[in-house]
């Protein structure tokens, strides 16, 4: 067995899985012909016989793959094109410098048992590798790219090669994550689940007609060769677990640097110093070359992509904790569907159109989200396949804060036989709290977020939990935490787990620790759990307080008798002090609990507050006041982000047009907005 040094160039975390990598593209076939040497630390206590592999592309491969049978060859509204399918073929592999394992390699399918699924293999090894041994594999391979679909492909002369060559698996070891024994993880390519692979160093070649334009992982090739008709690339890049790249001959390719000591402000740094008790110098961000490829008639669109990449950086790192990387690659697909909107290390795809208003913020929407994957996908490792909230959730989470901070509210429209109601209605402006809360209320109680991503109801409830109903769970958590001490639980994680494969009961434990307060109640009920959160104002009373009549106890054992009639004379008295008995019902309609406020007003303007613990489906507040009730509300700073119903929420005296245009508005846009979400997920 050959055992040999990996690819180590100092980086910021210990390689595990590193790749050097030889590859040509034939821009008319559409096939990447390739070679690799994979070089595998076993840094786990477990003797390990096998290897197995990610074959993604064989997902592509016919209508009897896992991955088509899910999905029915549909993803993000993105149509597979059923004549140009894709795959990969591993023509051989041998050790370095031994034994060869051609005939050793089979398909395995871990997941579903469907033998007609090629996307993961298993090769024995002639001898086992031990603890601590490092282990060299070449393969060689072919891959055909299918038509643009499902984040790689092809679009005429326009090559996105994403998941395209033989990807180890990850070893978990015992206690890792929630494996009970050594095992590998690698499971099949499903049509909901996106990635999970180690942390290595990766040198490509890439081989390529001369007038392609390429961008690729790394940013920056460290060298360039002519060959007569083609051109080859080599890029480095350290401290990462994939590497993607693109090649189109038009492509207008456009840089800007981020540089930090003008990007933001001595008072912002100071900022996150006192937030998060850290010095200067862990405080400060990077220089960060930023590289935007776009389409020709994109063009225009270039300072747009540029503003949200710097802001992204910016925000996420002040945050959360700097880029380490010294590249971003931006890449504008000419066809978005499966092309655009993707996320690969220090390389994203964004996606825009010749005409793109500036109000409509897409462009800048996709550019920051995917940009953050850089920090929840990438930096902290999460398996995608088994818990994508922890990436996809705390991202949308995370991206709607960016938004918010950096472009605020945008206009929304609402329309009935083409007549805007948005003004007359007093419709609210959108952000993407707001549409994420309205995301959730469509479907609060069908999956749990917690869930591998194969095993969700359908492709909808995948994306309302991984998306928006962990966007809205992360928001209400913000709310009952405060903002400062969110910060300081996301920072603690992003920064404790760099370079990790943190599961989400670290995210738990973390969130507790920082807060300094017990918060499995939540985690139970709506991430572990399928909890519906819904408490209503369900009745309110108000009686004038009569004289009582009756016989009443005196002092000394004597008796008072006040008839009815008398009763009756001192309420008629003009002198006389009104009293009002106000009874408040409060129901909670959801299975979900949390305690929650309620705060009653007065016409006098006084203000009387209770707090309810919501064990019990309802409860009774009594308040005996010299004045009318003017208006209940329950959680009047919304803090309980997850209620799916905020409009029974208030109850008031006297219910005006503005009242009524403003619940109705609102009914109106969480209507609109959640079928929009569930139209782009389904």
Known sequence: ??????????????????????????????????????????????????LQFHLYMNAFKNSRSTFFK??????????????????????????????????????????????DDQTVIE??????????????????????????FARTGFHGDFHLVGQWFPKLGVWETAGFRYSTQGAW???????NSEFFANFGNYQVELTVPAEMVVG??????????????????????????????????????????????????????????????????EARLSDVKMILLMQPEHAGQAERHFKAASAAIKWYGLWYGRYPFTT??????????????????????????????????????????????????????????????????????????????????????FQVFGFNLSSWLGLPKMDDFRLSRAANVASADVDSIQRR?????????????????????????????????????????????RFKHPGSRDFVAVVNEVSGRDMNWMFDQFVFGTKVLDYSVASVSTNEVGTPFGIFDQPGGAKKSVSIEDAAKRDEAKDRKKSYETVVRVRREGDAVAPVELVVRFKDGSVERRTWDGQYRWANFTFIKPVEVERVEIDPQGRHYMDVNWSNDVWKAKTDRATAARWLSNILFYAQNAAIWIGALI
């Open 1 to 50: 067995m050959a055992v040999g040094g990996c690819l180590a160039w100092g980086g910021l975390t210990k390689p595990i899985a590193s790749y050097d990598i030889k590859a040509k593209l034939d821009a008319k076939s559409h096939t990447v012909t390739g070679s690799q040497t994979l070089t595998w630390v076993n840094d786990s206590p477990d003797t390990v016989p096998t």
């Open 70 to 115: 899910e999905s029915g060859g549909q993803l993000r509204g993105d149509k597979a094109d059923q004549r140009e399918f894709g795959w990969i073929d591993v023509t051989r592999m041998r050790l370095a410098g031994g034994a060869d394992l051609t005939r050793a390699i089979r398909f395995i399918q871990p997941d579903d048992g469907n033998k």
């Open 123 to 148: 090769v024995a090894l002639p001898e086992a590798v031990k603890p601590g041994g490092t282990l060299q594999v070449e393969i060689d391979f072919v891959t055909k790219l299918p038509k643009v």
């Open 185 to 191: 993880n690698c499971h099949q390519f499903h049509a």
């Open 216 to 281: 690729a992982t790394g940013g920056e090739p460290v060298s360039v060769k002519k060959n007569g008709t083609a051109m080859t690339y080599k890029f480095r890049q350290e401290d990462v677990t994939d590497f993607v790249w693109t090649a189109q001959p038009t492509y207008r390719r456009f840089e800007r640097m981020f540089v930090a000591s003008k990007q933001t402000t001595p008072a912002e740094i100071r900022e996150v110093m006192k937030t998060h008790g850290i010095s200067e110098s």
């Open 328 to 413: 971003l690659t931006v890449v504008d697909p000419p066809f978005g569907g499966g092309a655009g909107g993707m996320e690969y290390p220090t390389f994203i795809t964004a996606g825009t159109s010749w005409r793109m208003p500036a109000d409509a913020l897409g462009p800048e929407e996709v550019t920051v989200h995917e940009f953050g994957h850089q920090f929840w996908m990438q930096l902290v490792a999460t398996n995608e396949f088994e818990e994508s909230w922890l990436d996809e959730g705390l991202n949308s989470y995370s991206t709607a804060k960016v938004m918010s901070k950096v472009y605020g509210n945008w206009p929304a429209t």
């Open 453 to 497: 991503a194969w095993e969700y109801y359908n492709s909808s409830s995948y994306g309302m939990n991984s998306y928006p109903r962990t966007t809205t769970f992360l928001r209400m958590m913000e709310r009952v935490l405060g903002e400062e001490s969110m910060l300081r639980v996301m920072r603690t994680y992003q920064q404790r787990y």
